[in-house]
C-alpha cells in the first residue's frame, strides 16, 4: 500500500504497488526513493508526496495482471503501481483476501 502526504490535506489512501517477489517489492522501493532524490535534490519536504505504508500481503491475481507484471522485468522496474484513482478491482480482478503465507 501507498499514502499520500499533501500539506493543507493531510494523508490519504495512494493504491498499491505489486511485485512478483518480496526482493522486487524491496528493490521497487529503493528506486522510488532514489528518484525522489533525483527529483527533489535539496532533501526538502514536498507539498505533496506519496510513500510507501502497511506490509506486504500475498495476493492472487488474474493471468492478464501476472502478465503485465511479468512484462515489467526487462524494464528492471520490480513491480506495478495501481493507483487509487484507477484501480478497479473488477477490471483487475485483485481477489481482496489474502493468501496464507
Known sequence: MWDESES???VR???YSLHLTE???KA???QYWNEEKKRNPSGSIPHEYSRES???DKVLVSPELYAKLEGEKPK???GLRLWNSDLDIERLKVVTERVKK
Open 8 to 10: 493543507g490535506w493531510g
Open 13 to 15: 489512501p495512494d493504491g
Open 23 to 25: 526482493e522486487d517489492a
Open 28 to 30: 521497487y522501493v529503493k
Open 54 to 56: 502497511g506490509s506486504a
Open 76 to 78: 528492471k522496474r520490480r
